[in-house]
């Protein structure tokens, strides 16, 4: 089996994690068979589908590639029927995100690389790819704010897998070997800061008091 087959299995395993993902989100949020279909779906491809837009690559992929859509539907469905018969452990939540989020961004920067784009758009790019499934999944089982913007460093580690499977991409290092690598960066920057706790500073808005305008408002 050559790189290209490998690099796509993991692809097709990333993008399970985001189904699976979906569907998880939508039984807590007490949906039906379709509409958890529905948020597992866009949870799967939405980062893909912005990306593959922004880049001009129009039809998007899976659009002509069947084995996506098949995969994606497939683990949905599975993942519906598991979840009404198996109590599902905290844990498996979080690792179907993490595997999602780190393949999905490296897939991402990858096919911006593939695209030419400068290597602030390919971060870009990658963060785009692994966070918009998730922001999706979330504003569709009515989560708010977006998980991924109050929980532990988890933007922050898509765009350093990123900038790792570049560093690797521009150092001639095989493809296969960088796509792990940055995987792996990923994976563990979300699981560290799951352990410990990590957060990045968060924005703070204060207003002076009796300031007319602010007053206004």
């Known amino acids: 089996m050559d790189a290209d087959a490998i690099i796509r299995i993991v692809y097709l395993i990333g ?4 189904a699976v993902s ?5 039984a807590r949020a007490h949906l039906d068979f379709f509409g958890a279909l529905l948020v597992g779906l866009l949870c799967a491809v939405g980062g893909g589908t912005l990306r593959e837009t922004l880049l001009g690559n129009t039809p998007v992929y899976w659009m002509h590639d069947p084995v996506i859509l098949a995969t994606v539907l497939s683990v ?5 029927v598991l979840v009404r ?3 599902i452990p905290r844990w498996l939540l979080e ?3 993490i595997a999602g ?3 999905v961004s490296v897939i991402g920067a990858k096919a911006a690389i593939a695209a030419d784009a400068t290597p602030l758009a390919v971060f870009i790019l990658a963060v785009l790819t692994g966070v918009t499934g998730e922001i999706i999944r979330d ?3 009515a989560q708010s704010p977006p998980t991924l913007l109050v929980r532990e460093i988890y933007a922050a580690a898509s765009f350093a897998g990123a ?4 560093v690797l991409h521009v150092a001639g290092i095989g493809d296969l070997t960088a796509t792990v690598v940055a995987v792996l960066t990923i994976a563990t920057i979300r699981v560290l800061a799951i352990w410990r706790g990590w957060h990045l500073p968060k924005a703070r808005l204060r207003v002076q008091p009796n300031s007319g305008i602010a007053d206004e408002l």
């Open 15 to 18: 993008i399970s994690s985001f």
């Open 22 to 26: 979906g569907v998880l989100a939508a």
């Open 76 to 80: 949905a469905i599975a993942a519906f």
């Open 85 to 87: 018969f198996v109590i």
């Open 95 to 97: 690792l179907t995100d």
């Open 101 to 103: 989020l780190a393949i």
């Open 139 to 141: 504003l569709l089982v």
């Open 163 to 166: 900038v790792m499977y570049w």
